[in-house]
């Protein structure tokens, strides 16, 4: 390798200036975007060492997701479409914060280090969402995988699955997919059209969508997409990124779920269901209002026990023998958990918080779904499970070839808003349920997350899936004296608080069986950790 473009580029255009120190956290580094031009530059150089390193395409996606407009972010994306590896974090989080003068030394340490092969060729898959920064940190980014003589796939402004899809269909010959924008948006909609066919006699579901892309990109690709959907679904399209609406503000899916209310720019439609998208597409919440006005939440939890409940009953009607299995948070409704595991009988994990958790413990099954009550989820099929699917179906088992399109309409690579909204959609029609009968199989618990500013989070560290704490020592006997208090005990009470992974915070969650009892609740666990 040769360093001298590197050395010229971090001496007069890529000069760090910040005295800051970043952090490689949960979703990469994600700070205000004005800070972020060096840091994206030195990714560069960093996803080109992890390419030598794992002789395959890297994936670099430029996005804050659903933080404000003005912030701006950089995940890198491992061969097979999931998160770089923990180790590698800190290798990130050390080029970010060396000196300029170090830097060139830091990269040459990093190929010692992980004995990598300097002559190997490097390529980076790049992509970025609609910020306003995301040209300039994207410009910085190509120059530090140019500046190290990696070579770049570009593909444009795109959500963050379609940078994983992109990155895994660029590794695997294209098995998975066609590896270019369009062959996501072809292999999605036509597994949708073929799973909802044409007509049919639904008296509850509708094909009538009203669609809040957040005023990001996810509304971009949506407009793309809602032709080739056409026969099938009628989207109509608001926060859609074209007018002056500002991404994420008031709208989007991380508001709606946070905030439990219906987004702005959406009109107040009672019965009709609305989808919201994040900042970036990974993640989406469908709500609707009610006759009387009331706002009704369908989160993460309720798409991923719709999700679980459809494909244990697809495998016993196709009489296909697989593993099955739901991964959620510590952060996932009570109410769900218990109709997963109790009502559909499908066996629920627990993982911490952070998608890498959930993947991985996805994998334990032939058929692992997993969701954060965000939105955050997707299936993942083992290749066992695939290959039993599809005999199946070759065999001429109509259930298993079913199931065949529903794994192409699953977007396996990471989670993906728009995929996971038209299997919710396949699935509503199929069982013909409008979003009120979606939302009579279980109520979920009041529930409460809060944040609390501390003056150092990392006093605080948990077990158990982050739902005991182990320091400070007194915290959990108090948590747990307070959920045995006269007010709590018969209340079907829960809390737990964590140091975010992402933000300067302490969370703290609380549900219980009335909204007093859950917001006192949270109140008290709060009063506990400050
Ligand atoms: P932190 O900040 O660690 O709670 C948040 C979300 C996660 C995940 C990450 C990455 C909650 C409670 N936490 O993590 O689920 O999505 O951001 O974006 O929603
Ligand atoms: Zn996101």
């Known amino acids: ?90 290798h990130a989080t050390v080029l970010a914060n060396a000196e300029d003068l170090q830097l060139v030394a830091a990269v040459q340490q990093l190929l010692q280090q992980e004995n990598i092969n300097q002559q190997q060729p490097a390529i980076v898959v790049v992509g970025r969402d609609t910020r306003p920064s995301s040209d300039v940190l994207h410009a910085a980014a190509v120059a530090g995988v140019r500046a190290v003589g990696g070579q770049v796939v570009e593909c444009g402004v795109v959500t963050t699955p379609i940078l994983h899809y992109r990155v895994v269909c660029a590794n695997d010959g294209g098995s998975y997919g066609t590896p270019t924008n369009e062959g996501y948006s072809k292999k999605l909609a036509d597994a949708f059209l073929k799973l909802q066919g044409t007509g049919g006699s639904q008296s509850r579901y509708s094909s009538g969508l009203q669609f809040d892309g957040a005023n990001g990109v996810g509304g971009c690709q949506m407009s793309i997409m809602a032709p080739s959907l056409a026969a ?46 994040d900042g970036d597409a990974d993640r989406v919440i469908y709500s609707f209002l009610d006759s009387n006005g009331a706002f009704h939440l369908l989160d993460g939890d309720r ?87 599809r005999e199946a179906a070759a065999a001429g ?70 739902r005991s704490c182990v320091t400070p020592a007194a915290l959990q006997p108090a948590i747990d004296n307070l959920l045995r208090s006269t007010e709590f005990a018969t209340a079907n009470a829960r809390a737990f608080c964590r140091p975010s992974g992402t933000e300067d915070v302490v969370r703290v969650y609380a549900e219980a069986s009335t909204r007093e009892l859950a917001d006192s609740l949270s109140t008290k666990v709060s009063q506990l950790v400050f």
Request: glycine share 8%; with cysteine.
């Open 1 to 90: 390798m040769d360093f001298q473009s590197l050395e010229k580029l971090t001496a007069e255009k890529y000069k760090k200036h910040a005295s800051r120190t970043f952090n490689y956290g949960t979703a990469g580094f994600r700070t205000k975007a004005d800070d972020l031009e060096t840091v994206l530059f030195r990714m560069g150089v960093l996803a080109v060492v992890r390419s030598k390193a794992m002789k395959a395409h890297i994936g670099m996606m430029i996005t804050a997701s659903h933080n404000p407009a003005c912030d701006n972010g950089v995940k890198i994306v491992d061969p097979r479409g999931e998160m770089m590896a923990v180790a590698w974090e800190e």
């Open 397 to 466: 088992n109509s259930v298993a070839e079913r199931l065949c399109s529903v794994i192409d309409v699953i977007n396996e690579t990471v989670g993906d808003a728009i995929s996971d909204m038209l299997l919710v959609e396949v699935i509503l029609k199929e069982q013909d349920w409008s979003v009120e009968d979606w939302n009579k199989q279980y109520t979920d618990l009041p529930n409460r997350l809060v944040k609390v500013l501390v003056a150092d989070r990392s006093v605080i560290s948990t077990t158990n899936a982050e």
């Open 232 to 277: 099938a679904l009628t989207i109509t399209q608001y926060n859609d990124g074209k007018g002056d609406g500002v991404l994420n503000y008031k709208c989007g899916a991380d508001h709606v779920k946070t905030t439990q209310s219906w987004p702005g720019g959406v009109p107040a439609t009672a019965g009709t269901r609305c989808v919201s998208v």
């Open 303 to 389: 798409i991923a026990t719709l999700i679980a409940g459809y494909l244990k009953q697809l495998l016993t009607r196709a009489q296909v023998s697989l593993k099955l299995g739901l991964i959620q948070t510590a952060y996932a409704n009570g109410a769900s958990t218990q109709y997963i595991n109790g009502t559909l009988g499908v066996p629920v994990g627990c993982a911490k918080t952070g998608v890498k958790f959930l993947h991985h413990m996805a994998l334990d099954y032939d058929i692992g779904v997993y969701f954060e009550a965000n939105g955050h989820g997707t299936v993942l099929f083992s290749d066992a499970a695939k290959k039993s699917i």
